[in-house]
């Protein structure tokens, strides 16, 4: 029986489980994504087997998928480019990170009845330094076909003119422009209402912070388009390259990392205090 262990691949060390070995991979790991349980079946096809016996598994590929235990930061990752998707997770202790990523087969305007999980998990394991690239991988490309900036527009008028666009009704197109200044609509909002082909969705966490940062972009003629709603009820539609979002990932994850380092630090100390105090009591 081959032992499953990881092998360079692509600049990490890298291992593609089908189903059945992923189960043995897996098996008693908490806290793994929904998306990461194992599914019924195996790329041939053939049923998958939760009380077979474990294959064999390599203690770096044990560590690796158990890495979330130990973990400061955490980064998810919900890709979709045209009929393929991808679902990934990365997780870093400081140190050293893994990731574990799945495909998703996507039928076009199905819903959610069209994404069907792909059988087989893939497992990486690399240095902090190269975080940043296994990200950039799982981001899909995005053409640019038309030039275009950034455009801020009111929320209201952002949803009434999309609402307008999509149904061709060009009356109350020309309305909202003439409000907004303007004789056509900017051309990022056109790009990002005529033709989305895809989406990205980033989630950060991390120890010593509450909440999550989440950055959402649409894929669509204008490359990779941001939406963030604004404190003053604006919508600003951002053109972004996949460079520009693991830019932002990076100053995110710079800071989220240094507030990590220091809760673990102080959590090290006041054990270590503790430890010292009941020896002398």
């Known amino acids: 029986m081959v032992e499953v262990s ?16 992923w189960v043995a991979a897996s098996r008693g790991v908490p806290g793994l994504p929904d998306w990461a349980q194992p599914v019924s079946s195996t790329r ?19 560590a690796a998928v158990g890495l979330r235990g130990s973990a400061l930061l955490e980064v998810e990752v919900a890709s979709v480019g045209g009929e393929r998707a991808t679902l990934g997770v990365l997780w870093s202790d400081g140190r050293v990170c893994s ?20 059988p087989g998990i893939e497992v990486s394991a690399f240095d902090i330094e ?19 900036t950034e455009a801020v527009v009111p929320e209201e008028l952002t949803i009434a003119l999309a609402k307008a666009m999509r149904t061709g009704d060009r009356t109350t197109v020309e309305v909202l422009c003439a409000e907004l200044g303007l004789a056509e609509p900017p ?16 989630t950060a966490r991390s120890v010593g912070r509450d909440g999550a940062s989440v950055g959402s972009w649409l894929r669509c003629d204008a490359g990779w388009v941001e ?5 003053d009820a604006m919508v600003r539609h951002t053109p972004c390259s ?10 995110d994850l710079t ?6 380092l220091q809760a673990t630090a102080g959590a090290t100390e006041s054990s270590r205090r503790d430890g010292v105090e009941g020896r002398d009591s």
């Open 187 to 202: 051309a990022v909002v056109a790009a990002a209402v005529r033709g989305v082909s895809g989406s990205l969705t980033l």
């Open 255 to 260: 800071g989220r990392l240094g507030v990590a």
């Open 99 to 118: 990731s574990l990523v799945r495909g998703v087969d996507v039928v076009p305007a199905a819903g959610p009845a069209g994404a069907v999980l792909r």
């Open 44 to 62: 041939t096809g053939a049923p998958v087997d939760l009380e077979a016996a474990d294959v064999p598994v390599d203690a770096d590929v044990r």
């Open 6 to 21: 990881l092998r360079p691949l692509e600049g990490a060390l890298r291992i593609r489980l089908d189903e059945q070995d």
């Open 130 to 148: 190269d975080l940043l690239d296994e990200v950039r991988r799982l981001v899909p490309d995005a053409p640019v076909l038309i030039e275009t």
């Open 227 to 231: 939406l963030v709603r604004t404190p």
């Open 242 to 251: 996949p460079e520009d979002i693991v830019r932002r990932l990076l100053s």
